[in-house]
């Protein structure tokens, strides 16, 4: 009877050690076992955290694994079409593409930088709305708690690098991504003088650290489940970052007056301070009601975003302001700062 339970307590130990691969590796086998396994189609099971894209086209992406080094090819509709070695997706994307017609993205393009801790899927709400808008978007997904600013931003410039068809871009993100937008364009990469940058819009961003930021990077087990992004967003990390020269529109989130989080002093959204948002030299300024979490979902964001790609500045022409959706904003503060301080000329999609 001991043997058997001994047996049985080694069986249920594979299947979780085999449930847990399929979570990291998303139900594809390392990459050396692709010549022997068949390619077929299918959805993916998960694991968003371990995987970093590498190369966009017109809405497919080539994504590659942090922990085995393998990849996949991802169709628009999120279907696995090949996996592999990077080579052998690579290859077989080109074909796909003189076989499907895939055409590559063209002129201006939006993309959306997700937060710590999440994924693409995340920002599919603004996503949406942005293209029903008339926007051409690409959501690029990074492994925000496996992999450093530097290290994730060194994966997005050579994407970005990579790019056919693309002229211009604007930057729309969701809190440690505006962190990482910062150092992506702190460089003198070679893309940057063939693609210009017309803005950023940085939803609920720690752009000056955030506070609990510093205390939980002490604290297992967030800290090992966060790694190195909950690092990245430390006051001593984010303060290094140099401020871009371009325009840049900030979307704070709070309560107006006390915050969600009792911990915290001030207004925030449940994780960063409102005054932890600010960046000095931004065009704009705007607070919406919301929690952290769900800040890109609000349609103030959603408008505040599409006026700012627009005008560079979060009033539409002939407004004074953009609505506040904080309660009795008028009474505690001014929702939009210097509005008359950006001059720019309409820009269509």
């Known amino acids: 009877m001991r043997e058997w339970r001994g047996l049985w307590r080694i069986g249920r130990l594979g299947v979780a050690a085999a449930?847990?691969?399929?979570?990291?590796?998303?139900?594809?086998?390392?990459?050396?076992?692709?010549?022997?396994l068949p390619n077929l189609a299918l959805p993916t099971l998960g694991g968003l955290q371990f995987w970093a894209d590498r190369y966009l086209y017109g809405g497919w992406r080539l994504q590659e694994n942090v922990l085995t080094g393998h990849a996949r090819l991802l169709d628009p509709a999120n279907i696995r079409r090949c996996w592999g070695r990077y080579e052998t997706c690579r290859v077989a994307f080109?074909?796909?593409?003189?076989?499907?017609?895939?055409?590559?993205?063209?002129?201006?393009?939006?993309?959306?930088?997700?937060?710590?801790?999440?994924?693409?899927?995340?920002?599919t709400g603004l996503e949406s709305a942005l293209r029903a808008d008339g926007w051409q978007v690409a959501s690029i997904g990074y492994p925000s708690t496996r992999r450093g600013l530097p290290a994730n931003a060194d994966r997005i410039e050579a994407l970005i690098g990579d790019l056919e068809g693309?002229?211009?871009i604007s930057f729309v993100t969701h809190s440690l991504g505006g962190l990482l937008v910062r150092e992506l364009l702190s460089r003198d990469a070679e893309w940057r003088h063939r693609i210009a940058v017309d803005g950023a819009v940085m939803i609920a961003p720690p752009n000056q650290g955030a506070a609990i930021a510093d205390a939980l990077q002490y604290v297992p087990p967030i800290n090992l489940i966060l790694g190195p992004g909950l690092l990245a967003a430390t006051a001593a990390s984010a303060r290094r970052l140099p401020v871009p020269d371009l325009p840049?529109?900030?979307?704070?989130?709070?309560?107006g007056g006390i915050g969600y989080n009792p911990f915290l002093p001030?207004?925030?959204?449940?994780?960063?301070?409102?005054?932890?948002?600010?960046?000095?030299?931004?065009?704009?300024?705007?607070?919406?009601?919301?929690?952290?979490?769900?800040?890109?979902?609000?349609?103030?964001?959603?408008?505040?975003?599409?006026?700012?790609?627009?005008?560079?500045?979060?009033?539409?022409?002939?407004?004074?302001t953009l609505q506040p959706s904080i309660p009795n904003a008028a009474t505690r503060s001014p929702q939009l700062t210097n509005p008359a301080s950006v001059s720019s000329p309409s820009v269509t999609p």
Do not use: C, K
């Open 166 to 168: 693309v002229d211009r």
């Open 19 to 36: 449930v847990l691969v399929l979570i990291l590796t998303d139900g594809s086998a390392p990459a050396v076992s692709a010549r022997h």
């Open 266 to 320: 001030g207004d925030d959204d449940l994780l960063v301070r409102i005054a932890e948002t600010r960046l000095d030299g931004a065009a704009d300024w705007v607070q919406v009601h919301s929690a952290h979490t769900f800040a890109m979902d609000q349609p103030e964001t959603v408008a505040a975003v599409e006026n700012f790609l627009r005008y560079r500045r979060f009033a539409a022409p002939g407004s004074a």
């Open 94 to 123: 080109e074909r796909m593409r003189g076989e499907f017609g895939i055409a590559p993205y063209r002129g201006h393009l939006v993309v959306l930088l997700h937060g710590l801790g999440r994924s693409r899927d995340s920002m």
């Open 248 to 255: 840049i529109g900030i979307v704070a989130a709070g309560r």
